[in-house]
């Protein structure tokens, strides 16, 4: 599996942000998609994830409410809507994929694809 996340940019506190991560080589329905961050000298955390199937979905206990994940099958494309940013949310984004849905979605070793950062900077 590729994956390619695209959407990052400057935004202004209280504004929305559209990641977009493509999957490219196969996805099956008992795939975990998954949206970590990793800010400047900090570790990277988990934000978000899904069963690409259906019927999964898990968020950080400090985006919940504000970013929602999402999947366009015919796409082969996951998502995360980010609304209400602010400057703490700034970090590089990374889009990660795993064959099966786990429990431990929140961790990063669980996860053996991984796309390319992009930046979103929440700054006025």
């Known amino acids: 599996v590729q994956l390619q996340a695209s959407g990052g940019g400057l935004v202004r506190p209280g504004g929305s942000q559209r990641l977009s991560c493509a999957a490219s080589?196969?996805?099956?329905?008992?795939?975990?998609l998954a949206w970590f961050r990793q800010a400047p000298g900090k570790e990277r955390q988990f934000v978000a994830a899904?069963?690409?199937?259906?019927?999964?979905?898990a968020y950080a206990d400090s985006v919940k409410g504000r970013f929602t994940i999402s999947r366009d099958n015919a796409k082969n494309t996951v998502y995360l809507q980010m609304n209400s940013l602010n400057p703490e949310d700034t970090s590089v984004y990374y889009c990660?994929?795993?064959?099966?849905?786990?429990?431990?979605?929140?961790?990063?070793?669980?996860?053996?694809?991984w796309g390319q950062g992009t930046l979103v900077t929440v700054s006025s």
């Open positions: 899904l069963r690409w199937g259906g019927g999964r979905y």
């Open positions: 080589g196969g996805t099956g329905s008992d795939y975990a």
């Open positions: 990660a994929a795993r064959i099966r849905w786990t429990t431990n979605y929140g961790s990063a070793s669980e996860y053996g694809y």
